[in-house]
DNA sequence: ATGGTGGATTTTCCA
Protein backbone atom coordinates (compact mmCIF):
# COMPACT_ATOMS: atom_id res chain seq x y z
CA UNK A 1 0.00 0.00 0.00
CA UNK A 2 1.10 3.45 -0.62
CA UNK A 3 1.67 5.88 2.64
CA UNK A 4 1.54 9.24 2.14
CA UNK A 5 3.00 11.28 5.40
CA UNK A 6 3.29 15.15 5.36
CA UNK A 7 5.06 17.84 7.53
CA UNK A 8 4.12 21.13 8.41
CA UNK A 9 4.61 24.12 10.37
CA UNK A 10 1.52 25.99 10.58
CA UNK A 11 2.16 29.08 12.46
CA UNK A 12 -0.51 28.74 14.83
CA UNK A 13 -3.59 25.88 13.74
CA UNK A 14 -6.45 28.21 15.03
CA UNK A 15 -5.21 30.52 11.50
CA UNK A 16 -5.29 27.96 9.38
CA UNK A 17 -7.92 26.19 8.78
CA UNK A 18 -8.39 26.80 5.05
CA UNK A 19 -4.82 26.02 4.47
CA UNK A 20 -5.34 22.40 6.57
CA UNK A 21 -8.38 22.30 4.03
CA UNK A 22 -6.56 22.64 1.03
CA UNK A 23 -3.11 20.50 2.27
CA UNK A 24 -6.05 17.57 2.82
CA UNK A 25 -7.80 18.29 -0.61
CA UNK A 26 -4.55 18.77 -2.74
CA UNK A 27 -2.18 16.71 -0.98
CA UNK A 28 -4.04 14.43 0.24
CA UNK A 29 -1.96 13.12 2.78
CA UNK A 30 -2.66 9.83 5.24
CA UNK A 31 -0.86 11.04 8.17
CA UNK A 32 -0.33 14.72 8.84
CA UNK A 33 2.41 16.34 10.96
CA UNK A 34 2.02 19.49 12.67
CA UNK A 35 4.48 21.83 14.25
CA UNK A 36 4.20 25.15 16.07
CA UNK A 37 0.03 24.60 16.57
CA UNK A 38 0.34 27.29 19.41
CA UNK A 39 -2.20 26.10 21.27
CA UNK A 40 -3.39 24.13 24.17
CA UNK A 41 -4.41 20.42 23.91
CA UNK A 42 -8.11 21.57 24.65
CA UNK A 43 -8.42 24.37 22.36
CA UNK A 44 -6.97 22.01 18.74
CA UNK A 45 -9.49 21.57 16.54
CA UNK A 46 -10.40 18.19 17.07
CA UNK A 47 -14.00 17.78 15.03
CA UNK A 48 -12.17 19.49 12.17
CA UNK A 49 -9.35 17.43 11.70
CA UNK A 50 -12.24 14.48 12.31
CA UNK A 51 -14.04 16.02 9.73
CA UNK A 52 -11.33 16.20 7.47
CA UNK A 53 -10.80 12.36 7.95
CA UNK A 54 -8.55 11.99 10.53
CA UNK A 55 -9.99 10.13 12.76
CA UNK A 56 -6.69 9.26 14.76
CA UNK A 57 -5.45 12.35 16.33
CA UNK A 58 -2.36 12.84 18.95
CA UNK A 59 -1.88 16.63 19.99
CA UNK A 60 0.88 17.68 22.63
CA UNK A 61 0.35 21.28 22.51
CA UNK A 62 0.72 24.27 24.77
CA UNK A 63 -0.11 28.09 24.97
CA UNK A 64 1.30 30.14 22.31
CA UNK A 65 4.49 28.75 21.53
CA UNK A 66 5.82 25.53 19.59
CA UNK A 67 3.27 22.38 19.96
CA UNK A 68 3.06 18.99 17.84
CA UNK A 69 0.10 16.80 16.90
CA UNK A 70 -0.08 14.07 14.88
CA UNK A 71 -3.02 13.40 12.40
CA UNK A 72 -3.81 10.27 11.29
CA UNK A 73 -6.29 8.25 8.98
CA UNK A 74 -4.80 5.20 9.82
CA UNK A 75 -4.70 3.60 13.92
CA UNK A 76 -1.83 5.21 16.06
CA UNK A 77 -0.52 3.37 18.90
CA UNK A 78 1.96 3.89 21.48
CA UNK A 79 1.85 8.11 21.53
CA UNK A 80 3.98 9.75 23.54
CA UNK A 81 6.66 12.28 23.94
CA UNK A 82 10.12 12.47 25.10
CA UNK A 83 12.09 15.28 27.00
CA UNK A 84 14.35 17.39 26.38
CA UNK A 85 17.28 19.83 28.02
CA UNK A 86 15.45 18.83 31.01
CA UNK A 87 12.24 21.52 30.34
CA UNK A 88 8.14 20.92 29.20
CA UNK A 89 8.38 22.45 25.42
CA UNK A 90 6.34 20.68 23.75
CA UNK A 91 8.55 19.93 20.48
CA UNK A 92 8.13 16.29 20.09
CA UNK A 93 5.49 13.41 19.43
CA UNK A 94 6.33 9.98 18.92
CA UNK A 95 3.77 7.48 17.60
CA UNK A 96 3.67 4.27 15.96
CA UNK A 97 1.56 3.32 12.35
CA UNK A 98 0.62 0.60 11.09
CA UNK A 99 3.50 -1.42 10.24
CA UNK A 100 5.29 -1.04 13.04
CA UNK A 101 6.31 2.26 11.99
CA UNK A 102 8.21 4.63 15.09
CA UNK A 103 7.06 8.17 13.38
CA UNK A 104 8.94 11.15 15.11
CA UNK A 105 7.16 14.60 14.96
CA UNK A 106 10.34 17.17 15.90
CA UNK A 107 9.91 21.27 16.30
CA UNK A 108 13.76 22.39 16.94
CA UNK A 109 14.28 25.80 18.26
CA UNK A 110 14.98 28.44 16.15
CA UNK A 111 17.92 29.78 18.28
CA UNK A 112 17.03 33.43 18.11
CA UNK A 113 19.14 36.06 16.60
CA UNK A 114 23.01 35.74 17.73
CA UNK A 115 24.46 32.97 16.68
CA UNK A 116 26.90 32.34 19.83
CA UNK A 117 26.12 30.10 22.91
CA UNK A 118 27.36 31.84 25.56
CA UNK A 119 25.86 35.16 24.72
CA UNK A 120 22.35 33.85 23.84
CA UNK A 121 20.52 31.12 25.60
CA UNK A 122 18.05 30.38 22.95
CA UNK A 123 20.94 29.31 21.02
CA UNK A 124 22.49 27.49 23.60
CA UNK A 125 18.84 25.54 23.36
CA UNK A 126 19.12 24.55 20.25
CA UNK A 127 22.73 23.29 20.35
CA UNK A 128 21.83 21.61 23.53
CA UNK A 129 19.11 19.68 22.21
CA UNK A 130 20.72 18.79 18.82
CA UNK A 131 23.71 16.90 20.93
CA UNK A 132 21.09 15.40 23.10
CA UNK A 133 18.88 13.88 19.83
CA UNK A 134 22.21 12.69 18.48
CA UNK A 135 23.15 10.73 21.48
CA UNK A 136 19.55 9.39 21.66
CA UNK A 137 19.32 8.20 18.10
CA UNK A 138 23.09 7.04 17.93
CA UNK A 139 22.94 5.20 20.77
CA UNK A 140 19.44 3.29 18.68
CA UNK A 141 22.14 2.70 15.95
CA UNK A 142 21.72 -0.93 13.84
CA UNK A 143 18.75 -1.84 16.10
CA UNK A 144 16.95 -2.39 12.39
CA UNK A 145 13.34 -0.36 13.24
CA UNK A 146 11.03 1.42 10.67
CA UNK A 147 11.51 5.20 11.43
CA UNK A 148 10.41 8.36 10.34
CA UNK A 149 12.11 11.45 11.67
CA UNK A 150 10.33 14.44 10.56
CA UNK A 151 9.80 18.06 11.28
CA UNK A 152 10.61 21.77 11.43
CA UNK A 153 14.47 21.09 12.30
CA UNK A 154 14.99 25.01 11.92
CA UNK A 155 18.36 24.38 10.07
CA UNK A 156 19.36 24.77 6.39
CA UNK A 157 21.93 22.10 5.82
CA UNK A 158 23.14 22.30 2.36
CA UNK A 159 24.32 25.29 0.77
CA UNK A 160 21.51 24.97 -1.70
CA UNK A 161 19.36 24.34 0.85
CA UNK A 162 19.41 29.06 1.31
CA UNK A 163 19.55 31.34 -0.88
CA UNK A 164 23.03 32.51 -0.44
CA UNK A 165 25.32 30.21 1.02
CA UNK A 166 27.58 33.21 1.52
CA UNK A 167 25.71 35.32 2.95
CA UNK A 168 23.67 33.31 5.65
CA UNK A 169 27.16 31.38 6.87
CA UNK A 170 26.55 34.24 10.06
CA UNK A 171 22.68 33.53 10.22
CA UNK A 172 21.08 31.50 12.87
CA UNK A 173 20.13 28.15 10.51
CA UNK A 174 22.71 28.12 7.99
CA UNK A 175 26.05 28.88 10.37
CA UNK A 176 28.66 26.14 10.23
CA UNK A 177 28.22 24.88 14.11
CA UNK A 178 24.08 24.09 13.06
CA UNK A 179 24.80 22.70 9.93
CA UNK A 180 27.16 20.01 10.95
CA UNK A 181 25.49 18.86 14.11
CA UNK A 182 22.26 18.32 12.21
CA UNK A 183 24.42 16.80 9.76
CA UNK A 184 25.87 14.37 12.85
CA UNK A 185 22.32 13.68 14.26
CA UNK A 186 21.76 12.95 10.42
CA UNK A 187 24.39 10.10 10.94
CA UNK A 188 24.52 9.14 14.22
CA UNK A 189 21.82 6.45 13.25
CA UNK A 190 22.11 6.38 9.21
CA UNK A 191 19.28 8.42 7.91
CA UNK A 192 18.24 9.17 5.06
CA UNK A 193 17.08 12.34 3.97
CA UNK A 194 14.43 11.54 2.02
CA UNK A 195 13.35 14.86 0.00
CA UNK A 196 17.25 14.63 -1.13
CA UNK A 197 17.01 11.41 -2.31
CA UNK A 198 14.48 12.73 -5.17
CA UNK A 199 15.14 16.26 -5.31
CA UNK A 200 18.97 16.37 -5.77
CA UNK A 201 21.04 18.66 -3.77
CA UNK A 202 22.21 20.29 -7.06
CA UNK A 203 19.24 22.17 -6.92
CA UNK A 204 18.10 24.56 -4.99
CA UNK A 205 14.84 24.04 -2.40
CA UNK A 206 13.34 25.87 0.14
CA UNK A 207 10.37 24.96 2.53
CA UNK A 208 10.50 28.12 4.27
CA UNK A 209 10.02 31.93 3.45
CA UNK A 210 10.17 34.77 5.90
CA UNK A 211 6.90 36.97 6.19
CA UNK A 212 9.19 40.05 6.14
CA UNK A 213 9.51 39.91 2.22
CA UNK A 214 7.81 42.24 -0.06
CA UNK A 215 7.70 39.56 -1.98
CA UNK A 216 8.91 36.37 -1.11
CA UNK A 217 8.47 34.35 -4.95
CA UNK A 218 9.73 37.02 -6.43
CA UNK A 219 12.85 37.79 -4.28
CA UNK A 220 13.05 33.82 -3.10
CA UNK A 221 14.97 34.45 -0.37
CA UNK A 222 14.21 31.18 1.52
CA UNK A 223 15.43 28.16 3.47
CA UNK A 224 14.70 24.30 3.38
CA UNK A 225 14.26 24.36 7.65
CA UNK A 226 11.61 21.39 7.40
CA UNK A 227 12.67 18.08 6.68
CA UNK A 228 11.30 14.37 6.40
CA UNK A 229 14.66 11.69 6.76
CA UNK A 230 13.81 7.42 6.64
CA UNK A 231 15.60 4.88 8.53
CA UNK A 232 17.65 2.53 6.76
CA UNK A 233 15.28 -0.38 7.24
CA UNK A 234 12.26 1.99 5.64
CA UNK A 235 14.44 3.95 2.51
CA UNK A 236 13.86 1.60 0.28
CA UNK A 237 10.32 1.86 0.32
CA UNK A 238 10.59 5.79 -0.88
CA UNK A 239 8.21 6.48 -3.57
CA UNK A 240 8.47 10.24 -3.84
CA UNK A 241 9.05 13.32 -2.21
CA UNK A 242 7.72 16.79 -2.69
CA UNK A 243 7.58 19.98 -1.64
CA UNK A 244 4.36 21.95 -1.92
CA UNK A 245 5.75 25.80 -2.63
CA UNK A 246 2.69 27.07 -4.19
CA UNK A 247 0.97 26.88 -0.51
CA UNK A 248 3.22 30.13 0.47
CA UNK A 249 1.46 31.88 -2.08
CA UNK A 250 -1.69 30.81 -0.54
CA UNK A 251 -4.26 33.08 1.27
CA UNK A 252 -3.17 33.52 4.71
CA UNK A 253 -0.54 31.75 4.81
CA UNK A 254 2.15 29.74 7.24
CA UNK A 255 5.67 31.24 6.75
CA UNK A 256 6.55 27.15 5.77
CA UNK A 257 5.10 25.09 3.33
CA UNK A 258 4.24 21.09 3.72
CA UNK A 259 6.59 18.80 2.61
CA UNK A 260 5.74 15.28 2.11
CA UNK A 261 6.39 11.40 1.38
CA UNK A 262 4.96 8.60 -0.35
CA UNK A 263 6.47 5.21 1.14
CA UNK A 264 5.21 1.93 -0.58
CA UNK A 265 4.63 -0.25 2.86
CA UNK A 266 3.03 -3.31 3.94
CA UNK A 267 1.13 -2.59 6.78
C1' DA B 1 23.66 48.38 8.14
C1' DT B 2 18.96 48.21 9.03
C1' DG B 3 14.41 46.80 9.19
C1' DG B 4 11.12 44.52 7.21
C1' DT B 5 5.87 41.03 8.77
C1' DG B 6 3.06 37.99 11.37
C1' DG B 7 1.27 35.48 15.68
C1' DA B 8 0.02 35.29 20.71
C1' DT B 9 -0.53 37.78 24.46
C1' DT B 10 0.49 42.53 26.00
C1' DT B 11 2.14 46.99 27.21
C1' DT B 12 6.56 42.85 24.28
C1' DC B 13 8.37 38.18 23.12
C1' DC B 14 9.10 35.05 19.52
C1' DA B 15 10.02 33.60 14.75
Known amino acids: MSLRITTWNANSIR ?4 SLKRIVAEIRPDVLCLQEIKVEDDKFPYDLCRELGFPHLHVHGQKAYHGVAVLSKLPLEQCHA ?3 CGNGDCRHAICTLPGGIELHNFYIPAGGDIPDPEANPK ?3 K ?4 EE ?12 ARMVVLGDLNIAPLETDVWSHRQLLDVVSHTPVET ?4 RLQEAYGFVDAVRTVIPPSQKLFTWWSYRNRDWDASDRGRRLDHIWLSPALAPHLVTAEVRRAARGWENPSDHVPVTV ?5 P
Open 15 to 18: LRES
Open 82 to 84: RKW
Open 123 to 125: FRH
Open 127 to 130: LDML
Open 133 to 144: LTGYFGGRKGDG
Open 180 to 183: EGLI
Open 262 to 266: ELSVR
